[in-house]
């Protein structure tokens, strides 16, 4: 399955070669563009389900998915898993319940946190924190795909798991293989990823 659906985001074109700015502001020479894919529903139903079968044991109560991408992903990830499902807002409303979590919970109550891919982790605390504040307990985050750029790292050093389906050199290894990119960029690649975990962990 993992090699299904990295040849899917291939074939759709979410993975990107060229010079792109990251949220962490280092220029990568790869991007995947997991924004896509709502628009591909057998292949968000593979992603899905893959998501399911890496969250086998472990517990929780809640699902979340972090907006905006992975939104689509945790609603039906949560369907499929019979969950219940919630969500950070991203700004707090300045009318009606104004609340910062949308959803019904509880406190004490265990999430299960999902995104889409992870970089050097550190914006996933802002969610973590919101949850958090209101008593919830978050300790597990599964991605689909790890960047391998200290997010893992980042992660464990505050107590969180990350259970990542994919990780980038998996779809750098499929690129080359499958002739999508030449050795130069292969290199240029892994080279950027292996140098630039030293700066953001």
Known sequence: MKTEIIEGLVQIGAVKFGSFTLKSGLVSPVYVDLRMI?????????????????SQGIGYDL??????????IAALFAQKMDRPMIYARKEIKGYGTKKRIEGVYKKGQRVLVLDDLITNGLSKFETFKIF???????????VLIDRRQG?????????????????LFEILDYCLKTG??????????????????SVVS
Do not use: C
């Not at 529903?41 to 399911?52: E, S």
């Not at 958090?132 to 599964?142: A, I, P, Q, T, Y």
């Not at 999508?180 to 975990?197: G, P």
């Open 151 to 167: 997010g893992k790292e980042t992660l464990a050093a505050q107590g969180y798991h990350l259970h990542a389906m994919i990780d």
């Open 180 to 197: 999508q990119i030449d050795q130069s960029l292969y290199q240029t690649s892994r080279q950027f990823i292996e140098n630039s975990v």
């Open 38 to 54: 709502v628009a591909y529903p057998r292949l968000m139903g593979q992603i899905v389900g893959a998501l399911g079968d890496l």
């Open 132 to 142: 958090e504040d209101e008593g919830l307990r978050v300790k597990d985050v599964v």
């Open 63 to 72: 699902v979340a998915g972090i907006p905006y991408t992975a939104l689509p």
